[in-house]
């Protein structure tokens, strides 16, 4: 009987999920609305195009985005491989030329035989092998059809993109190259204040206009990792110089100055000429972001290409809908992958697309799934968007048991298993990640030996 998959949404998950079925020989028809309906936060039709940032984020095995990066190099991810050949300059992070990388994802996708490229709207959840992987802006018409499913309310947060300026309009009388503590090449645009010039910064932006939210969203909560930088503002007005804006490991040669504040650009494409505010995803109305900018030292004058907006972001409660490999405990042969889990993160994404792509592989030729050992921050992170214990709790008021809400998480070391380690190192957080990331890769490699790589 022949068999096909159907994958919603080519965007990071949908792209990886179809490459890892397409190599194995499994027919996708990969179905993406863009261009023809916008989603509001996308800028082309390209498959896998990065929103909100270009950054990938770090890509040290002693940091959780680091391990997860080098455990799907691993399990044989595809986009990972294209994000290095479109890498740009940035330091200890793995940041990529956003346009040439998505070109790159679409044009392996277009021309790769066992992959037909759909360009239409889906509505309705399709019978079959299907992977949802339509992201965090599905449109309307899907998510109720996602919602009569699961029987469930989707939940929401808000996510904020940064801006996006040119860099011949960037003053380097004033601006500076540096990459924190000279790690890597210098790569990324520095823009240093003294007090007084932090402290006109922090009052223009705690008082900018805001574009009002619809009365439907107002229910909907930021994630924690990507707050507009208004509301860390609002927590007082040292927040942004511990937080995105802190001046530690970032010295003008020029000086031999450490600032009060530093504001740094990251590049955004592969010709060097627009760069991206690090942590300055913003939801200020376009008139006063102008103002916030050029308020900057070095920004004066700047050109701004792309303003910062905010959207809304849709996941499932994947702990009563998904087992941890990422299939529906109601149906056979449906799985999730992406955002829509309750992952956040361009890494993770690609990674639960990877998984979901491997594992509905492997229930087509009627083989185990995989279920990723928790030792493993991937396994680590199935496991903690799909376990249902962790999300019970007895309520101090009646002894209840009640389901608490659950928020999107990215990588982090406090998911994985603890690790013993002596009295006097307990403290070593450096020492103690190194040994988690050790642990997670041997544990990884054993795992593929074992279960992987002799059956592929």
Sequence with gaps: MFKEVKIIGAGLAGSEAALQLAKRRIKVKLYEMRPAKTTGAHVTGDCAEFVCSNSLGSADIINASGLLKKEME?????LIKIAHENAVPAG?????AREDFAKAVTKRIEENENIELIREEVTEIPDGYVIIASGPLTSDKFADSIKRFTQSENLSFFDAIAPIVEVDSINFDKAFWASRYDKGEASYINCPMNKEEYEKFYNILINAPRIEQHQVDKNSKFFESCLPIEVLASRGIDTLRFGPMKPVGLVDKRTGIENYAVVQLRQDNSAKTLFNLVGFQTNLKWGAQKELLQSIPGLENVNIVRYGVMHRNTFINSSQILNPTLETAERNGLFFAGQITGTEGYTESIATGMLAGINMAARISGKEPVVLPQETM??????????????EHISSRDNSLRYLPPQPINSNWGILPNIDLPKKDRKNKKLKNELLAKRAIETMEKYCNAHLNARE
């Design 74 to 78: 691993i399990l044989g991810g595809e």
């Design 92 to 96: 200890n992070a793995l940041a990529i």
């Design 378 to 391: 991937l396994g680590a992170l199935t496991f903690y968007i799909t376990d249902k214990a962790h999300l």
